[in-house]
């Protein structure tokens, strides 16, 4: 036998070797499959040889003791650095006492090669125990593979004990599975498209591959008692749509583990780049763009998806009794067309669907009741489909049934299973540009087409959401008189992104026209379309305005034209912002444009005099008064030369507790007052106004590594001011160190005073933190406006969003004599756009002084 040593410098040298080959071998032939069956065969020999040396020389030996390859390497499914899972099954408990210091050295060995090991230790009769609470291990059997040892109690494993248990616990395995990949595709929304999928873990990845063998092998080994023929446990039409899909995954997969030297699934766009530049996946065809690469992921994910789904849906045990229950009551809707059965749609007459009138019925059909197309159904639609092609239906026939799908609670999943089908782009041949298109601008979280859908969703979801915000646009949505013109509209808002242009909004105004006229629209319908695609932009932009101004609020209403329109443009607003991300909607950005809605309909409903809210600031005014009866006089000098804006931007408390704040100005010159929001951190200065205030603040949180959201910026004619930042934690210095609040308040107000010194404190941050890696490049813009206020210069700055950003624009401002009077913060993904109202010497800025202005600004954000 070899010594210890020299067998681990041995083992240690070849795994290397081969290793790098295998990665050779890769780079020169893109063949995924055959990198994952030659690492799946070294790491098999590297474990038979250990066990050899350390475990049993004897070919099939010890007796009652197994060495069992599970999971991914019971598959023979090894990626460069994927997990071994190893089961060492004993015969009884005494089995494993006389082994344990074998497997120790045996299991060290792997590990010191650096091989991610794990293992697990059994007895046959703990594997004939199924645990709810780790159905993956029962799940990982259903792979196992016999690698040494004792080879008939593998066999009393594999052919006797789990076949047995399938047979007794399927309910069990089956409904444990579809729960865990539900909860699964829960984390990813439920979608394939993703802009950066996780090729493992997302809907549509490997992952779901596995599941639908899992549940097709569970239920052919149910009904059989025995391990079922490999080739019969999916149809062979499944397979077919398989094999071209996991060949691509393989080769992905296999791509990103040697990129990134370790078991990272994630499609990046830098990965995404150098994978369509390598050809990955695709080495026979044409070059690709990292765009057009993504859509053949999105076609084999697809794919995969659909079946994992499909099989999820119609295995009765992959739901609980109770949804059963529903899915059973729910069979009452089976009509003289449909049979429901299980939550399916099943055709009572399978020709129907040639009738293009019956197609779309049916589609109306799954949208009104939140049901889903069967197998077959799916099947049917697929064969009449080419024949539909020919003479697709058009007019206003079928823009009647399709609008009734729009408005159907259900619409965003039909639309979805009517686009899967490519139904949705026979009739709609132009949506076909964005089918399965990255926008790559780090905000977007999703594919064009699928960012359409979530828009539909979400406005649907509004009418059952409990949230306070889904229920205020809910009951706009329901005032609508035409609201399937807001759906057709979300349909086609982004379909000018799928071409080349410097304006996508003018590109699907042009795209949309054949789509109108296909539809049949008649005049006032296209012109409401019309208005909302050339639109859907305008209320985002208008928030980047103070929408507490008068005129910013009269220009917007001039855009808009009439309240249906204004109701109208508002939902599309509101549901376009959330289907961004996640966290695209944030309140203060709900708060925003449902305060725009409402100012803007007051401005169409009422006369000139009353848009100015006099009535409203009295009621304020009033409910000071009320909360606060004996100060009168300190209140009238608080507010005194303070902005209107500023009551209608603060609660009567908030507007009191300022005042206070000001009283004790005397006592110390900077009033610190700091809360923590359910979304963010508000930090409230009250004191004199004085150069460079806000960019200091700006500085100071930036040196705390804080990440602001919003600011606002008010002052008075004897010069207090009155400033809030609203910011985030990411570092969670705050939340997980409550006496830091004090230190950390006493350091904003000594940077404001001149104790401390912010350049120092900045760069000892900027030493301390790495910034952000940079996937999008922004080009600066700076912008000016004139005309939108009557006291003040508004510039706009676009630029890339950086650590310190808001301290390093305010400091120009600070530094070329100017004073923030607004200071409006936003950021999309790695874009910040920041808007600000400025005066020089109390009046707007000259021209001069914003050409000078706009040099410094340049010079400063200009990339190191």
């Known amino acids: 036998m070899t010594t210890a040593s020299a067998l681990s410098s041995e083992l240690r040298e070849l795994y290397t070797e081969e290793s790098s080959r295998i990665q050779q071998q890769f780079a020169a032939s893109g063949d995924g499959r055959a990198a994952v069956m030659q690492r799946t065969v070294l790491v098999e020999n590297l474990a038979l040889r250990l066990w050899k040396e350390i475990v049993s020389p004897m070919e099939g030996g010890p007796a009652n003791f197994a060495l069992v390859a599970t999971g991914g390497f019971g598959r023979s499914w090894l990626f460069p650095h994927s997990d071994v899972d190893l089961l060492f099954l004993y015969a009884d408990q005494n089995g494993e006492t006389a082994f344990q210091e074998p497997i120790r050295r045996f299991s060290q060995e792997l590990w010191d090669l650096r091989v991610k090991l794990s293992p697990a230790s059994r007895t046959l009769a703990e594997c004939d125990r199924?645990?709810?609470?780790?159905?993956?291990?029962?799940?990982?059997?259903?792979?196992?593979?016999?690698?040494?040892?004792?080879?008939d109690l593998f066999n009393?494993?594999?052919?006797?004990?789990?076949?047995?248990?399938?047979?007794?616990?399927?309910?069990?395995?089956?409904?444990?599975?579809?729960?865990?990949?539900?909860?699964?595709?829960?984390?990813?929304?439920?979608?394939?498209?993703?802009?950066?999928?996780?090729?493992?873990?997302?809907?549509?990845?490997?992952?779901?591959?596995?599941?639908?063998?899992?549940?097709?092998?569970?239920?052919?080994?149910?009904?059989?008692?025995d391990w079922p023929n490999p080739d019969s446990v999916l149809s062979p039409q499944v397979r077919k749509q398989f094999r071209p899909a996991l060949e691509f995954l393989f080769a992905v997969r296999c791509f990103l583990h040697f990129r990134h030297g370790r078991d990272d699934n994630t499609l990046t766009w830098e990965a995404q780049d150098e994978a369509a530049a390598a050809r990955i996946g695709t080495p026979d065809g044409p070059p690709l763009s990292a765009a057009d690469w993504m859509r053949v992921y999105f076609s084999h994910a697809r794919a995969v998806h659909r079946v994992a789904t499909q099989l999820l849906e119609e295995i009765p045990a992959a739901w609980s009794s109770l949804y059963r229950q529903f899915q059973s009551w729910r069979s009452r809707l089976s009509n003289a067309d449909f049979s429901v059965v299980d939550g399916l749609i099943f055709l009572q007459q399978p020709t129907s669907v040639q009738d293009p009138e019956r197609l779309l019925n049916t589609f109306h059909f799954m949208a009104h009741h939140g049901l889903k197309l069967s197998t077959t159904t799916e099947h049917r639609i697929?064969?009449?489909?080419?024949?539909?092609?020919?003479?697709?239906?058009?007019?206003?026939?079928?823009?009647?049934?399709?609008?009734?799908?729009?408005?159907?609670?259900?619409?965003?999943?039909?639309?979805?299973?009517?686009?899967?089908?490519?139904?949705?782009?026979?009739?709609?041949?132009?949506?076909?540009?964005?089918?399965?298109?990255?926008?790559?601008?780090?905000?977007?979280?999703?594919?064009?087409?699928?960012?359409?859908?979530?828009?539909?969703?979400s406005l649907h979801h509004t009418r059952q959401s409990k949230s306070e915000w889904d229920q205020r646009y809910g009951q706009i949505l329901s005032e609508l008189e035409q609201p399937e013109l807001l759906y057709l509209s979300l349909l086609l808002h982004d379909i000018g992104k799928g071409v080349p242009s410097e304006n996508h909004v003018l590109k699907s105004l042009e795209l949309a026209e054949p789509c109108l006229d296909r539809l049949d629209l008649n005049p006032n319908e296209r012109e409401v379309v019309r208005f909302l695609i050339a639109s859907h932009l305008e209320m985002s932009?208008?928030?980047?305005?103070?929408?507490?101004?008068?005129?910013?609020?009269?220009a917007f209403a001039e855009k808009v034209g009439t309240p249906e329109r204004l109701k109208m443009l508002c939902l599309l607003t509101y549901a376009d912002i959330k289907a961004v991300n996640p966290e695209s909607l944030t309140p203060w950005k709900a708060e925003a444009v449902w305060q725009l809605y409402i100012s803007t309909t007051n401005y169409l409903n009422r006369s000139l005099d009353e848009r100015l809210h006099v009535d409203a600031d009295s009621e304020n005014l009033a409910r000071l008064r009320s909360l606060a009866?004996?100060?009168?006089?300190?209140?009238?000098?608080?507010?005194?030369?303070?902005?209107?804006?500023?009551?209608?931007?603060?609660?009567?408390?908030?507007?009191?507790?300022h005042m206070e704040m000001a009283v004790h100005l005397g006592e110390d010159p900077v009033q610190l007052d700091l809360k923590r929001g359910r979304h963010w951190y508000e930090l409230t200065l009250v004191t004199k106004d004085r150069p460079s205030l806000f960019a200091n603040v700006a500085g100071g949180l930036a040196a705390w590594g804080m990440n602001i959201v919003k600011a606002n910026a008010f002052s008075d004619q004897a010069g207090v001011v009155v400033d809030t930042f609203y910011?985030?934690?990411?570092?969670?210095?705050?939340?997980?160190?409550?006496?830091?609040?004090?230190?950390?308040?006493?350091?904003?107000?000594?940077?404001?005073?001149?104790?401390?010194?912010?350049?120092?404190?900045?760069?000892?941050?900027?030493?301390?933190?790495?910034?952000?890696?940079?996937?999008?490049?922004?080009?600066?813009r700076i912008e000016f406006d004139d005309a939108s206020s009557a006291g003040s210069t508004l510039i706009q700055v676009?630029?890339?969003?950086?650590?310190?950003?808001?301290?390093?624009?305010?400091?120009?401002?600070?530094?070329?004599?100017?004073?923030?009077?607004?200071?409006?913060?936003?950021?999309?993904?790695?874009?910040?756009?920041?808007?600000?109202?400025?005066?020089?010497?109390?009046?707007?800025?000259?021209?001069?002084?914003?050409?000078?202005?706009?040099?410094?600004?340049?010079?400063?954000?200009?990339?190191?």
């Open 130 to 151: 199924f645990d709810p609470s780790n159905a993956e291990f029962t799940i990982s059997l259903l792979d196992c593979r016999y690698l040494a040892g004792d080879r």
């Open 156 to 225: 009393r494993l594999h052919d006797k004990l789990i076949p047995r248990m399938v047979m007794r616990e399927s309910q069990s395995l089956v409904q444990s599975l579809a729960e865990v990949t539900r909860s699964r595709h829960g984390k990813y929304g439920g979608t394939v498209f993703h802009l950066e999928p996780n090729v493992k873990e997302s809907p549509g990845g490997l992952r779901d591959y596995n599941v639908a063998g899992w549940l097709a092998l569970i239920s052919a080994m149910d009904k059989l008692g």
């Open 382 to 457: 697929e064969q009449v489909l080419p024949s539909l092609a020919a003479t697709p239906p058009r007019g206003a026939e079928l823009w009647l049934y399709l609008s009734q799908i729009l408005i159907e609670p259900y619409a965003a999943d039909a639309l979805r299973e009517m686009h899967s089908l490519r139904f949705l782009t026979l009739l709609l041949p132009e949506l076909k540009l964005i089918d399965a298109l990255v926008v790559r601008d780090y905000y977007h979280r999703f594919t064009v087409d699928e960012h359409s859908f979530l828009a539909i969703e």
């Open 541 to 554: 932009a208008a928030l980047r305005r103070d929408i507490f101004d008068p005129d910013t609020v009269r």
């Open 629 to 657: 009866p004996t100060s009168g006089r300190r209140l009238k000098n608080f507010l005194e030369g303070l902005p209107t804006r500023y009551l209608r931007v603060y609660p009567a408390e908030e507007v009191l507790h």
């Open 727 to 780: 910011f985030t934690d990411p570092f969670r210095t705050l939340e997980l160190n409550l006496p830091e609040w004090e230190r950390f308040k006493r350091s904003i107000s000594d940077v404001l005073t001149g104790e401390a010194n912010l350049q120092q404190m900045l760069l000892d941050r900027m030493r301390s933190q790495r910034d952000p890696a940079t996937k999008v490049k922004v080009q600066t």
């Open 798 to 864: 676009v630029a890339q969003d950086r650590p310190g950003l808001l301290h390093s624009i305010s400091s120009c401002f600070a530094e070329e004599g100017c004073n923030i009077e607004i200071a409006l913060i936003d950021t999309e993904g790695q874009m910040a756009i920041d808007v600000f109202y400025l005066t020089s010497g109390g009046a707007k800025l000259d021209r001069d002084r914003q050409k000078k202005l706009e040099e410094a600004l340049r010079e400063e954000l200009a990339p190191e």
